[in-house]
């Protein structure tokens, strides 16, 4: 029997005593321990890495949840279990969420092309996670409940595209090693293509908005 109960889980979370780091080991632990009794479990879990999320220690990067693989990894997972619930459902329960996911979104693209710029393996898991995220938060299962301002959208776009060139000039000056920087450019590329459909849309929107 596991020994995580929900009021450990709880105050291991919430409460003082742990690093970013040792926070996500239990928070993953808790999800996917299905001995752990949690009553709404996918509910408490979702709030917190919101709450996470929403106040990243950014200064202190080392214990920033922003840049760390296991926060984007339980994130996705949630979000997956809330899309798989909203497409088998008549009524599904979608929780709103407030968190600014594109600002985070930013955060992460800036940091790993700030110098120094991470390692080639670390970009490309980094954005592939986060793609999935962003693919699913862009998803009709969320068009009611994540609705992200326009001006957040465009902050974002500059951003994929300053990177985006920017991992362009690293794939054309990395000589024979050009394989090592593929799978960035093109998460970043299918990231692109996601922020860039949203902008547009935006921009539609507003667009009609004034006609009426």
């Known amino acids: 029997m ?15 005593g742990l690093d970013s ?3 996500i080991e239990k928070a993953y632990e808790a999800w996917t321990d ?8 996918s509910s408490f879990l979702f709030d917190w890495i919101c709450s996470a999320f929403a106040k990243p220690n950014m200064k202190k990067l080392n214990d920033c949840c922003l840049i760390q693989l296991p926060y984007w990894n339980l994130l996705h997972e949630l979000l997956q ?7 088998s459902s008549l009524k599904p329960s979608i929780p709103t969420i407030h968190v600014n996911f594109v600002s985070s979104i930013s ?3 800036q940091q790993l092309y700030n110098d120094p710029i991470k390692n080639a393996l670390e970009r490309t898991e980094l954005l592939s996670i986060a793609h999935k ?3 699913i938060l862009f998803s009709s299962t969320f068009t009611l409940s994540y609705r992200p301002a326009f001006e957040h959208i465009s902050t974002a776009v500059d951003q994929i595209l300053t990177v985006l060139a920017t991992q362009i000039d690293l794939y054309f000056s990395n000589g024979n090693n050009k394989e090592q920087e593929v799978g960035a450019l093109q998460q970043l590329a299918l990231m692109a293509r996601i922020l860039l459909n949203k902008y547009d849309s935006q921009l539609v929107l507003a667009a009609n908005q004034k006609k009426v």
Do not use: M, W
Request: aromatic letters at 8%; hydrophobic letters at 35%; a positive charge.
């Open 34 to 41: 299905d001995a752990v009794y949690f009553p709404n479990k």
């Open 81 to 87: 279990h809330y899309h798989e619930k909203g497409n």
């Open 107 to 109: 955060i992460l693209l």
């Open 133 to 135: 995220c962003l693919a």
């Open 2 to 16: 596991s020994k995580l109960t929900s009021e450990k889980i709880a105050k291991a979370l919430k409460g003082a």
């Open 21 to 23: 780091k040792q926070r």
